[in-house]
Structures are given as structure tokens and as C-alpha cells.
């Protein structure tokens, strides 16, 4: 089987996905299923499928939006309903520090206001 490629396709068609088209078109021209060759194709034909699903995976994820800052050692990715910031050493990273130290990778956040009222909310987890 030959595939025929437009140019429109040929010019959205991603890089890995061309090589797996290839793929199937060399294996469907081997005749032994159990030779060498074939089984060399099948290989890269299944690397190949798996970086397509991983990038597809990748592109689905929305775009992370929300600030990070390093507490022992961990990337944490955080939001706060005032999209304000955190610094370390403050109440809310050591709470974040010592919800890590229970086993924690998440959980919810809360900030005082400026005055000292509980009021600024917010979300905080290890991004892995």
C-alpha cells in the first residue's frame, strides 16, 4: 500500500507521525513477519507511537498559569484568588513546608489579608 500525501497534508502533518506513516508502509511491504527488518520496524513503529500519544498528551494540558516557588527541594506550582505571591519563610510556605513533611502533595491555601483577616484562598501542589 502507497500512501499519497497532498501538500496541504504534507505541510500539517507532524514530523512523527510522517515517520510512523513510513513505518506502516515499509512493514506492509516485508513478507516475513519474523524477519529481523520487520521486527526492527514494529520496534521504531512503537517509539514513534508513543511519543505521538505523549505530545498529543502534552498539547491537551492547559497552559499552567500559576506561580511556582521551591520549598525543600520541590518545584510548587500555587494560585491565589488576589494573584498575589509567596515568599519563603513566610506562614503560608511554612504551612505548604510542613503539609510536605505529613506526606502531602497538595492541598488548599490560605492566605491573610493585609490586615490579618483569613481572607485570600488559593490551591498549591507538587508538580511532578
Not at 14 to 31: A, I, P
Not at 44 to 49: D, H, P, Q, S, V
Not at 54 to 63: F, G, H, I, N
Not at 88 to 93: D, F, L, T
Request: one cysteine or more; charged letters at 35%.
Amino acid at each position: 500500500m502507497r500512501f499519497r500525501w497532498t501538500n496541504k497534508e504534507l505541510a500539517e502533518v507532524s514530523d512523527l507521525e510522517f515517520l510512523r506513516v513510513l513505518c506502516v508502509e515499509r512493514k506492509s511491504d516485508c513478507t516475513n513477519t519474523s524477519a529481523p527488518l520487520y521486527k526492527k520496524i514494529c520496534g521504531i513503529e512503537k517509539r514513534i507511537e508513543y511519543q505521538i500519544e505523549e505530545q498529543r498528551k502534552k498539547d491537551a494540558l492547559p497552559e499552567d498559569t500559576n506561580n511556582h516557588i521551591q520549598i525543600l527541594h520541590h518545584d510548587i506550582s500555587y494560585y491565589l484568588d488576589d494573584d498575589s505571591e509567596l515568599e519563603s519563610g513566610v506562614g503560608e510556605a511554612e504551612h505548604i513546608e510542613y503539609m510536605i513533611g505529613q506526606g502531602y502533595s497538595e492541598g488548599e491555601l490560605n492566605k491573610s489579608n493585609d490586615d490579618g483577616n483569613d481572607g485570600i484562598r488559593g490551591y498549591w501542589k507538587i508538580v511532578k
